[in-house]
């Protein structure tokens, strides 16, 4: 499939969704393209853009110095797993556009040149809930949120040995996430937000991919069916939780809830996702409604995320009166070559 597009597109990639919903794998799919690099996932796009303010007015390059050591030093931001050079990296923020967008596009531009490659992207999962922040930072982003099984989303999340909250937490970030991304698809339109299913790409990633691309604006690329050779490189093997992503896609865990969840964890979940489920297409157990007072205990739960969400969109408000300086990426495009050589560094 061609994209039919004279000039290539630019625009970044965020891939969203809820957590183990699949994002790591449609990751490697997309860095399988031989246009587009998405690395692993970094630390330092919200953080940077939560204190934005502290860096002062980026118009003065000793500022900007300041924000390319921020971004470079600091092992938090996990830029040392980018493979760059710092100093270089440094150099072309300092003397870049004197926005934060156009610093962090510096960053990853770096990572597609690296890898050669035109395109970047960028993953994690949390992103869902900064959408605008990203838009304002990338006016031109495009979004592709990977919707899977709130059930098998939750029982993974349970399992994680980074997940310290409980059963009420994690069928609410399911809730969220999908409840945000219907927001989003009716706020960006079709040329901007995409949604996809995790069990339709695992199913068939052929059929799924080539539509995919399209929305991108890109060729599709076969490669990107079988992304497991990229994972074995690329993927530390300390995160078991991604080992599936070293073999061939799979449908093996497809519906795996049914054997990872108690029976009162699958009723409560489905009671608090209601119509969601069916809307996707997932059928639900017939188990029957869990007690009155756990879903009660739900119920508070989803009262005070909501609330601490309210309280970040007031802070947010608040910072975009006191910002120094704009924050839309304001770099130049870059001039494309004949032919876009493969990737040459396996990270």
């Known amino acids: 499939m061609s994209s039919g597009l004279e000039t290539p597109s630019e625009r970044p990639i965020f891939v969203i969704g809820c957590p183990r919903s699949g994002t790591t794998l449609l990751r490697l799919m997309l860095h399988s393209h031989p246009r587009i690099a998405l690395p692993i996932e970094t630390r330092f796009v919200l953080p940077a853009y939560t204190a934005r303010a502290q860096f002062g007015d980026l118009a003065d390059s000793r500022n900007r110095r300041a924000l390319a050591d921020w971004l470079t030093s600091r092992p938090a931001t996990r830029f ?12 072309e923020i300092v003397a870049g556009p004197p926005t934060l967008g156009s610093a962090l596009a510096v960053v990853f531009r770096a990572y597609a040149r690296q890898h050669g490659k035109v395109r970047w992207g960028d993953k994690r999962p949390s992103y869902i809930r900064h959408a605008g922040a990203l838009l ?5 982003a495009q979004f592709v949120h990977l919707v899977r099984d709130g059930r098998d989303c939750v029982a993974s999340l349970k399992e994680m040995p980074w997940y310290d909250q409980d059963l009420n937490h994690a069928v609410s970030v399911w809730r969220e996430a999908i409840d945000t991304g219907r927001r989003l698809a009716a706020r960006l339109g079709p040329d901007t937000f995409y949604e996809l ?3 339709r790409l695992v199913a068939d990633p052929a059929d799924e991919l080539p539509r995919l691309c399209e929305f991108l604006g890109e060729d599709y690329h076969p490669a990107m069916t079988a992304p497991q050779a990229l994972a074995q490189r ?8 991604h080992g599936l ?7 093996a865990r497809v519906g795996s809830w049914a054997q990872r969840l108690e029976a009162w964890e699958i009723s409560l979940a489905e009671a608090a996702f209601g119509e969601r489920l069916a809307e996707y297409g997932y059928e639900p157990s017939g188990l029957p409604k869990p007690p009155a007072a756990r879903l009660a ?19 947010e408000r608040w910072q975009r009166r006191h ?6 990426c304001r770099l130049a495009p870059v001039e494309h070559p004949a032919e876009t050589p493969q990737e040459k560094l396996p990270n």
């Not at 992503?245 to 449908?251: E, I, S, Y």
């Not at 910002?323 to 839309?328: G, K, N, S, W």
Request: charged content about 35%.
């Open 197 to 199: 299913q995790y069990e």
């Open 234 to 241: 690329i993927v530390p093997p300390q995160k078991t939780w």
């Open 136 to 140: 304002r930072m990338f006016p031109d």
């Open 297 to 315: 205990r739900f119920a508070r739960t989803a009262a005070h995320r909501r609330m601490a969400q309210s309280k970040a969109e007031l802070r």
């Open 80 to 91: 040392r797993d980018l493979g760059l050079d710092a100093r270089a990296v440094t150099e």
């Open 245 to 251: 992503t070293r073999d061939a896609v799979t449908c």
């Open 323 to 328: 910002e120094p300086c704009p924050v839309d």
